[in-house]
């Protein structure tokens, strides 16, 4: 894939973490062959899509269609939430330490709430427990099936039916990369939680996308991140960063586990040096990876390893 440097005329969209209209474009095609285009922010190396869709557009894509597009699953039922449960251990298990007794839990996009069930039965009855999805068949299994809390919609449709500083910790399991703009998402969660309240996100690593960059790259990550902009992101909405850590997925380093933490009022405003990504590095280590890919059939690898994760 070559990069080659677009002008504002092509693609008028800014970036989201640093404002820029300059970026390279990387690549052109998505998952399926589907026309996406991908480019790399020039001044902090952020990967996203652009043109990203209108926030209507997105959000009628995530009410009526995402979950019948990526698992043809728009009526779930037990079999599909028991299919959940494996995915999200390695989550849970980040988690604990922070599911004390009478903890106050918000998660974003909980799909059937298979992870937040999950959290709620470490806890107990102590806690209090709350979800958003915008898939109405999702949010209705998991109210009516398994007894959870959860509104129907997207974070910023119902933000403003939960209490300011009232979530000792909110949750995003793969959900932040598929926003419009993470800036105005974590601007909302920090609203949301307490003072010295945590923030618990995990997306996937662009350094290690765990598949063909064909396949990496599709219509629903409108965000690719590294602990870099991820980092970043954080700073930039006032949040401190307590860790942001690679993971181990079906292949090494392909997740991306971060913490980061409310400060206090008092607290706020410490100016830090923003990190950035170098723009033709990152281009360059994406090609890198593209090739190690093919050449060390990691293909199969994975399909072993996914295997495994599975029945543990």
């Not at 902090?44 to 019948?68: D, I, M, Q």
Request: charge should be positive; glycine fraction near 8%.
């Amino acid at each position: 894939m070559k990069s080659t440097v677009a002008t504002t005329e092509e693609h008028s969209q800014v970036c989201d973490l640093c404002g820029s209209g300059r970026h390279q474009v990387f690549a052109t095609r998505g998952r399926g062959g589907s026309k996406l285009t991908t480019v790399i922010c020039a001044d902090c190396g952020l990967v996203y899509t652009n043109p990203r869709p209108t926030e209507r557009e997105n959000a009628k894509f995530y009410h009526t269609s995402y979950w019948g597009a990526y698992k043809h699953q728009t009526v779930p039922d037990e079999r599909f939430f028991q299919r959940r449960l494996p995915k999200i251990r390695p989550m849970l298990a980040q988690l604990r330490p922070y599911l004390k007794p009478g903890v106050r839990v918000l998660e974003i996009g909980c799909s059937v709430g298979a992870l937040l069930w999950s959290m709620k039965e470490v806890v107990g009855s102590t806690g209090h427990f709350t979800g958003i999805e915008p898939h109405e068949g999702h949010a209705q299994f998991a109210r009516e099936k398994k007894g959870l809390e959860v509104h129907n919609g997207l974070l910023e449709e119902v933000s403003h039916k939960l209490k300011p500083a009232s979530f000792d910790l909110v949750v995003m399991n793969h959900v932040l990369e598929h926003t419009i703009s993470p800036t105005a998402t974590l601007t909302t969660i920090k609203k949301l939680l307490k003072p010295h309240g945590h923030y618990v996100v995990e997306v996937p690593n662009v350094e290690a996308p765990g598949s063909r960059l064909s396949h990496f790259f599709h219509v629903a990550h409108h965000y690719s991140f590294s602990p870099r902009t991820l980092h970043r992101l954080a700073q930039k909405t006032g949040f401190a960063v307590k860790r942001v850590d690679s993971l181990d997925g079906d292949l090494p380093g392909t997740r991306l586990n971060a913490v980061f933490e409310k400060p206090t009022s008092a607290e706020a405003g410490v100016t830090t040096r923003f990190i950035r990504d170098d723009p033709n590095e990152r281009a360059a280590a994406l090609r890198r990876y593209e090739r190690w890919y093919w050449l060390t059939a990691a293909s199969f690898r994975k399909k072993i390893t996914h295997w495994q994760r599975q029945r543990m």
